[in-house]
Every structure is written in structure tokens, then in C-alpha cells.
């Protein structure tokens, strides 16, 4: 057997075994950067033969071949499962000592956050310990960022048990792009009564995203 049959013998098999290995072995012997993009090939009863990176001329009774070292894309998968929610954070702050309302708008209880989106609900409970039948309405707003609530109750002087007790709840959604603090301001209003807010919380949720 001549040298020249010899090595058309061996590069037929290398080839062979190659495609018996599969489309990412191909690929792979493909990536190295001297590699180029199409493979040219002549194919005879099953078996390829003159493979090149260049274009092939086969004798008669073959077909000549190529392909791409990268194969075509297949189409789209289904979309996924939506996954979990990742996890949230929360937040807590209270006094429990009777603080006095001011006439005009002062803060009350202030809680701390940073960069977020959060869930923030407060609980102010007050007492009117103005004079009999004097009357006093209360004023309380939840703030954080550009977020507001408020609520107010009208309260009457310890002789009107319960009257002169009341609990205001607000609550506020917001996304902040710097840290800042989630604040409680009230203010007392009415003829000469002195409104407590005997106690105040707030606790303040993160979340991925408002919906």
C-alpha cells in the first residue's frame, strides 16, 4: 500500500471518528483560531473523505458536502416558571412615651432606611387630657419620600370617656433612590386642650418592587 493511500486511509478514519463523537466534538476541533467557519468534504457511501477548509473537487460517484462549524439555531424554548420572590427586609421603630402635640406639625417618631422600595404602616394612639368638654382635633401624617398619608380625630377632655382617647393608622408605599428616614408628624389643634400621643410605632417592609 502506497504512503499517499495510507494517509487518505487514516484522515478518513480521523474524520469518522470525529463524526461518531458528535456535532460538539466537530465544534470544538473547530474553535481553535486558525479554524475556519465551513468544512468541505466528498461523500461516498456513508464515508467523507478530502475534508478541507476549502472548497473540494470530488471524483465521479461522490458528492460533495459542507457545513457550518457552528450548526443552525433551533427554536425558542418555552418560557419558564416564574420564580420566588427574593427576600424582604423589615424594619421597626416605637415610644412608648406620652409625648405632647404641638400646635403646628412636628415629627413624633422617625425610622432610618435606605435605597429601597418599601411598605410603611404607623400607629399613633392619642389621648386628650384637655379640660371637661373642651374639645381637640388631631392632625397625624406617615411620610416617606414623596408618599403621604394622613388622618385626623376629634377628641373631647378626660370627663367624655372614651372620647378622649383615639388611634390613628396610616400607611404609605414608596421607592427611595437615596436613604432617608419614614416620619410620623402630628399637630394638635382646638380651644385649650393638650393632646398626648401617648404611643407610637412604625414598621416599614422591603420589597423587590411595587405592583
Not at 47 to 52: D, N, P, T
Request: proline content about 6%; overall charge negative; hydrophobic content about 40%.
Amino acid at each position: 500500500m502506497t504512503r499517499n493511500k495510507q494517509r487518505s486511509i487514516v484522515a478518513v478514519a480521523v474524520v469518522c471518528a470525529v463524526l461518531a463523537l458528535g456535532v460538539p466534538a466537530a465544534i470544538a476541533a473547530a474553535n481553535s483560531p486558525k479554524a475556519a467557519t465551513v468544512f468541505h468534504a466528498c461523500l461516498k457511501g456513508g464515508a467523507l473523505s478530502s475534508v478541507s477548509t476549502k472548497p473540494v473537487t470530488c471524483a465521479a460517484g461522490f458528492t460533495t458536502v459542507s457545513w457550518d462549524k457552528t450548526g443552525p439555531m433551533g427554536p425558542t424554548g418555552p418560557t419558564g416558571p416564574t420564580g420566588p420572590m427574593g427576600p424582604s427586609n423589615s424594619f421597626y421603630a416605637a415610644d412608648n412615651t406620652a409625648q405632647n402635640i404641638e400646635p403646628t406639625f412636628s415629627t413624633i417618631l422617625s425610622l432610618d432606611l435606605g435605597v429601597g422600595t418599601y411598605v410603611v404602616n404607623a400607629d399613633v394612639w392619642l389621648d386628650d387630657e384637655s379640660p371637661s368638654g373642651a374639645s381637640d382635633l388631631a392632625v397625624c401624617e406617615l411620610t416617606l419620600g414623596s408618599a403621604t398619608d394622613e388622618v385626623e380625630v376629634g377628641l373631647l377632655g378626660p370627663a367624655s370617656t372614651p372620647q378622649n382617647e383615639g388611634t390613628l393608622s396610616m400607611t404609605v408605599a414608596a421607592t427611595i433612590s437615596a436613604a432617608g428616614s419614614a416620619t410620623v408628624n402630628c399637630e394638635g389643634a382646638g380651644n385649650t386642650g393638650e393632646t398626648l400621643a401617648d404611643t407610637v410605632s412604625m414598621t416599614a417592609i422591603q420589597s423587590s418592587s411595587l405592583n
